[in-house]
C-alpha cells in the first residue's frame, strides 16, 4: 500500500520547499482577485506550503476590497507610496524561505511559479524572461526597453536578458541585505537585477510568456531617464570602474587626437591639456570610487 501510494505521488522536485507569494497591486480592482485565484491553482496541486499576500498601495478604487474577498493576506498603504515601497512591505510580511513576486494586473501567468520555485533550489534568484513574448508590450517601449537591457548588462559585464521582468522566485536570506538598497518606485526589479550581477549570486532566467495586462499601464516617459540614472547609480555602487574607465578614455581619446590636430598646427591648444588632465581626474575618482566600494562591500 505503501508502494502504491508513493507511485501515485506526482514527483514535483518541491519537497521541503514553501512560498511566499507578494503581489502588489494599484487600482487593479479589474484584476487583483483574478491573479490570486491563478496563483492558488498553480500551487495547489503541488501540495507546498504557501501563502499570498497582496499589498494595496493607496488604491482609489475597489482593489483592497476585492484582494480580501479573494481570501489572500491583505496589507496596505495608506498612501500612494510606489511599486518598490509596496513590494519591500510584502517581502517583510513573508514567512517562507522562498518568495515570488508579480504583477496582479494578469500580466505574469502564475503557472511558471512551481518549476520557477524548483529551479530557485539551486540559484539565489529566478527570473521570468518575456523574450519573445514582449510582444504585448507597447511598440513605442520595446526599443526603450532594449537599449536598458543592453546597458545593464554591459554595466554589469553579464548578460542580461529582461532587467525588469516583474515575475521572480528568490531565496528570501539572499533577498533581505539587499532590501535598503532597493527604492521606492518601479525600478525595484531593475535594482535587484543588478544587486544580484553584480554581487555574484547565482541568477537565471527562463522563457515565460507575457500576457496583456488588464487597465492601464503604471509606467511613465520619464521612467526611461530614472531607469538609465539607476543603473549608473547601482553600477556606481558595486563596480564603479565600470563606469569610470570608459567616461576617462572618452576624454584621453579626445585629448589624444585633438593633440595629433595640434601638432600639425604646431600649436597645442588648451582643449586638448584639459582633456587630458579631465581624464586623469576621472581615472583617480573612479580608484577612490572603486576603493569606497570595496570597504563598504568586503565581508
Known sequence: M???????????????????????????????????????????PTGID??????????????REEAVASGATVSWNDA????????????????????????????????????????????DMVVGDRGAAMKNVPMVRRPAKKFLNWLASFMAQRKLNDINSGL???RTKELIPFLPLLPQNFSFTTTITLCMACNGKRMIYTPIEYG?????????????????ILILRMIT????????????????????FKSLYDLTQWNLSETAVFAFLAAIMVWSLGLIADMISRLHLRP
Open 212 to 228: 496583456k495586462r488588464v487597465g492601464k499601464s503604471k509606467i511613465k516617459p520619464i521612467d526611461f531617464l530614472n531607469f538609465i
Open 50 to 63: 504557501y501563502e499570498i499576500i497582496v499589498v494595496d498601495d493607496g488604491s482609489e478604487d475597489r482593489t
Open 168 to 170: 521572480r522566485v528568490f
Open 237 to 256: 555602487l558595486f563596480n564603479p570602474l565600470r563606469v569610470f574607465l570608459p567616461v576617462g578614455l572618452v576624454l584621453f581619446l579626445l585629448g589624444f
Open 2 to 44: 505503501d508502494g502504491m501510494d508513493k507511485a501515485m505521488t506526482p514527483e514535483t522536485g518541491l519537497d521541503g520547499m514553501a512560498l511566499s507569494v507578494v503581489i502588489p497591486a494599484y487600482n487593479e480592482e479589474n484584476a487583483v482577485r483574478a491573479t490570486v485565484d491563478d496563483v492558488r491553482a498553480a500551487l495547489d
Open 80 to 123: 500612494n507610496s510606489g511599486y518598490g515601497a509596496t513590494l519591500k512591505r510584502g517581502v517583510k510580511m513573508a514567512q517562507f524561505d522562498y518568495i515570488a513576486i508579480m504583477d496582479a494586473d494578469g500580466t505574469y501567468p502564475a503557472r511558471y511559479l512551481p518549476d520557477m520555485l524548483e529551479m530557485c533550489r539551486q540559484q
